[in-house]
């Protein structure tokens, strides 16, 4: 069962991925993960403050994985960084884009649930399902996992 605060914090997320720019964003990070063979790409998802400190829209910070953190293909370890930076990040996210179609890996791993329970933060995983196209898997560390669809170009 959800609370109200999850509920909220899920919409706001779904928002938050269909905001000019963020599936541009997350589109290039993908073609960087894809071309690299090594390791997930991932980062945060956060609200941009408007000069009068209203919500001016959303962006995604990529965090790039250091060298030591590149332990295989199927994998994201997020930086000390990422974890410093993101305090007041709405989610912390990465990408499943080893393929075009990458249907059988969409929504969050026993791994990603693991991160979601330990560092207690709500979570996103954008799946590769089709040129252009990303699915979206909200998910919590109590082990929520909402589908939020899919965006694209």
């Known amino acids: 069962v959800m609370s109200w605060g999850d509920l909220l914090g899920a919409a706001v997320i779904d928002d938050a991925v269909r905001a000019p720019g963020v ?9 960087l993960d894809r071309d690299d063979r090594k390791t997930e790409y991932g980062g945060v998802l956060e609200a941009v403050s408007a000069a009068d400190g209203r919500v001016g829209g959303y962006r995604v910070v990529l965090f790039p994985p250091r060298p030591r953190d590149r332990v295989h293909d199927e994998r994201f370890v997020a930086s000390r960084d990422m974890l410093d930076y993101s305090d007041r990040a709405l989610a912390h996210y990465h990408l499943q884009v080893q393929r075009d179609k990458n249907y059988k890996y969409a929504g969050p791993s026993g791994g990603d ?15 590769s399902v089709g040129k252009d196209r990303l699915g979206v898997d909200y998910y919590q560390p109590d082990g929520v996992v909402i589908d939020l669809g899919e965006i694209g170009r």
């Open 113 to 127: 649930f693991r991160y979601a329970r330990l560092s207690g933060r709500n979570c996103v995983v954008f799946t």
């Open 23 to 31: 599936a541009g964003a997350l589109l290039q990070q993908a073609v």
